[in-house]
Nanobody, 124 residues
Framework: QVQLVESGGGLVQAGGSLRLSCAASGRTFSAYAMGWFRQAPGKERDFVARISRAGGTTYYAESVKGRFTISRDNAKNTVYLQMNSLKPEDTAVYYC?????????????????WGQGTQVTVSS
């Protein structure tokens, strides 16, 4: 079992930056690939970024490539999402998720554990 708790969301103006954190419980954090997803009101939950178990491989949605950076610190059981050049369309609840599989996937259904989410609002 892995419990995930996101933090770092808030209100920011367009062009600004935020860093989200996701703290994981348990001693097996490094056994999971980690992902970030987001869900805007009335829309489906969408993939944002993924990082491999050791952090050597990352993968991004086209909409955030070049603006967002996913990273992890396995010693701290934490995954991060640095978000720069934020746009109003980035407004959503952001969720982190853990995946036991080694296969890179953007599918919500393939992730095993989820956090409760943190709200990010970008004003124009």
């Amino acid at each position: 079992q892995v419990q995930l708790v996101e933090s770092g969301g808030g209100l920011v103006q367009a062009g600004g930056s935020l860093r989200l954190s996701c703290a994981a419980s348990g001693r097996t954090f490094s056994a999971y690939a980690m992902g970030w997803f987001r869900q805007a009101p009335g829309k489906e939950r969408d993939f944002v970024a993924r990082i491999s178990r050791a952090g050597g491989t990352t993968y991004y949605a086209e909409s955030v490539k070049g603006r967002f950076t996913i990273s992890r610190d396995n010693a701290k059981n934490t995954v991060y999402l640095q978000m720069n050049s934020l746009k109003p369309e980035d407004t959503a609840v952001y969720y982190c998720a853990a995946d036991r599989s080694m296969v890179t996937t953007t599918s919500v259904s393939r992730y095993d554990y989820w956090g409760q989410g943190t709200q990010v609002t970008v004003s124009s």
